[in-house]
């Protein structure tokens, strides 16, 4: 097998020496520092935010930009390099407009934006860097960022090719490509750790970026889920991602962002609910994490679309016995004359009680026109290419959890008893805790997307989909229930209520919680860490996300804009570069063009959370591991080709 291994490897490498100049060139990436990892997780939806943190590099370009530029330059020359380098095409408008765009100046810039990339591609092979430059700017920008040795007057000759690059105008389309160049070099690897959808009015944005991004990965946060439920044609999720989308007034993004549909809904909606108490549905949150008027069409197809929720979702607990959601079938429980529900034995008197849909003899089954709307609703979500495409993506870059370079990334939580042990979980009629339970989930969660339509497994998969969005063992939800019947309907605070796994106390102080964590999930190195995101931390009361005596990272600070009066503060990201790893707490965004006119950034402080003893290369790392396999390999063929065995 070995033999025959080797003989297929030779069809890449043909010749000894083809394999030895790839043992050199293998071994010379070994010995370059490590790249920079680059953590977001919860954006929700905030395309403007997300995209300048990810041309900022978390604050990593200016800090780049000052150790090249050091004191040599002011504080608003840095500033505005740095504009020039997240938003280079619009920034060069602004400055023309202002008629600062001299000869010296382009000069100047120039010279500085080519020391810029020389420190940020320092970490890379030439070949690399040369692949990252577009084809009809390689030779020149080659040139700028490579040392001449032979040249003695080396400031003469690349003042001469930053002149002629000047005087036949292409200075303009050298500083755009340049600082493109910068804002991917200056991130190796980035990871999402959950919830790009929801709240936010730009998730479609986000993805085509991440579709377009060089090195990506993720891990899905309950609200990705439930729209792959919704791209699967599961009507559960379908229902519960219309929700959302009105409840904070984002339905463009379904209709205008993925062309789906929904006129049938609010021809529905207007014609059953014309006469019915809306009031409930009358407020809409929007990104800016304000509350306004939603119009009378979308309250109404607001309320019509959660009606239809709350029957789907108890047909899919009926006949999920192990999903043990019974408590959360309400419908039945209701006293429609009265106006009452009956919750655990204890009677609430409700906000409204005008359901024309609801049959109480059968409340959870769907009206005739309920079900030609589910209908048209499935074909809709099934046949939108956009959210295809974004869904499969999700798939092929997702997981429910990951370990990289020894650090374990999840969006929720690990299920945990009172005692701080692994809790156990009977779903899919398996008994399953920690990495075992994750692992079933993902299989289950892949089956709804993959599996013929139809089939048992793709309707079990898109029921663990809706489960792991809001069940009460779903380790990306990590709440007892969700309380969205409670909220609208019951003005009992208590019956809001949502109880949150014991794993949240666990980790603010237990390092032996996170240590077995780490474990079980075979996340163990020197510097290992939790990477978490889901519940936001609320700096303003004194909390900190770094937790469990600096085993457990706690990212999600409200990225959304609906989060941040809660949190004080508008998210963090996480890097961990070859030197260490750092906290980065941002400043809420405002918006890109004050970004670009007032070359403003979002940063407002930098939380080291741990430097390596050593610097780090890629030798150690998952990458480097595999390329030390290959370096086997290879060498192997070489002494193979030498002795013969293979010609």
Known sequence: MKEKYLRILAKQYPTPEEAATEIINLESI??????????????????EQFEHVLRNGSGTVRRKINMVLGDRKSSDYKRRLATLIYYPKEKLELIKAEGINTDEWYHETLKDMVDVLKCVSSKYTRSKVRKAIPDKYRYVIEELITEKQEIIDKEKYYKSIIDTIINVQEADNIIITMAYIVQDMVIDHLHIVGDIYDRGPGPQKIMDTLLNYHSVDLVWGNHDVVWMGAAAGHPTCIANVIRMSARYGNLSVIEEGY??????????????????????????????????????????????ITIIQFKLEGEAIKRNPDFEMDDQLLLDKIDYEKGEVNIKGKIYPLRECDFPTINPEDPYRLSDEEELIVKHLVRAFMHSEKLKKHVKFLYKKGAMFRVYNGNLLYHGCVLLNEDGSFAHSGICGKDTYGKALYELLEDYARKAYFSPIGSADRIKGGDILWYLWCGPKSPLYGRNKMTTFERLFIEDKETHKEIKDPYYSYIEESPEVADAILKEFEATGKYSKIINGHVPVEIKNGQTPIKADGKVLMIDGGFSKAYHDKTGMAGYTLAIDSHGMWLVQHEKFESKVKAIAGETDIISDTLKVEDFDERMYVRDTDNGKRIMEEVADLTELLEAYRDGVIN
């Open 30 to 47: 070994l010995s370059l520092p490590k790249g920079t990892e680059h953590f977001l997780t919860d954006v929700h939806g905030e395309y």
């Open 259 to 304: 062309g789906i549909n929904l006129l049938p809904l609010a021809t529905f909606a207007m014609e059953t609910y014309k006469d019915t108490d809306c009031s409930r549905f009358k407020l809409k949150e929007t990104s800016s994490g304000e509350f306004v008027h939603a119009s009378e069409i979308e309250s109404k197809m607001y309320k019509a």
